[in-house]
């Protein structure tokens, strides 16, 4: 699977923002601007960006366009994916970014208490 370059701002969310037209940057009386994180409207930090530069490492990264289309087309989606791809970690990730852009909820489950609990701290960094 291919690795891709890293952006500031997710394709999919800065399409939708900017279909309403809000602006992807932050602006303090200057000319410089920083990507803004749409969730929060606050920069990027550079934790987050440590963390992104890991997360297009991962297989299943490549998919993410794919998997946004599917998440607008169909009302069930199954997953397979080999142990480390990201399913676990990157794909309720996307769900929340997609949620954000239709005003909708998400709900992710896990089969034991302990594993959801550490995913659901990995997920939230």
């Not at 701002?9 to 200057?30: A, H, Y």
């Not at 934790?47 to 946004?68: A, C, G, Q, S, W």
């Not at 769900?95 to 990995?122: D, F, H, I, L, N």
């Amino acid at each position: 699977m291919s690795k891709r370059r890293i952006e500031t701002l997710d394709p999919f969310i800065k399409k939708k923002r900017e279909e309403r037209g809000i602006s992807t940057s932050v602006t303090s009386g200057t000319t410089v601007s920083a990507p803004v994180n749409p969730l929060t409207g606050l920069p990027f930090t550079p934790k987050y960006h440590e963390l992104f530069r890991k997360r297009i490492t991962l297989p299943v990264f490549e998919y993410k366009n794919d998997f946004m289309r599917l998440l607008q087309e169909r009302q069930c989606i199954v997953l397979v994916g080999e142990t480390g791809s990201g399913k676990t970690t990157q794909i309720p990730q996307w769900c929340v970014e997609y949620a954000a852009s239709t005003k909708k909820g998400v709900c992710c489950t896990q089969p034991r208490r302990v594993a959801a609990m550490s995913v659901a701290q990995r997920v939230s960094e």
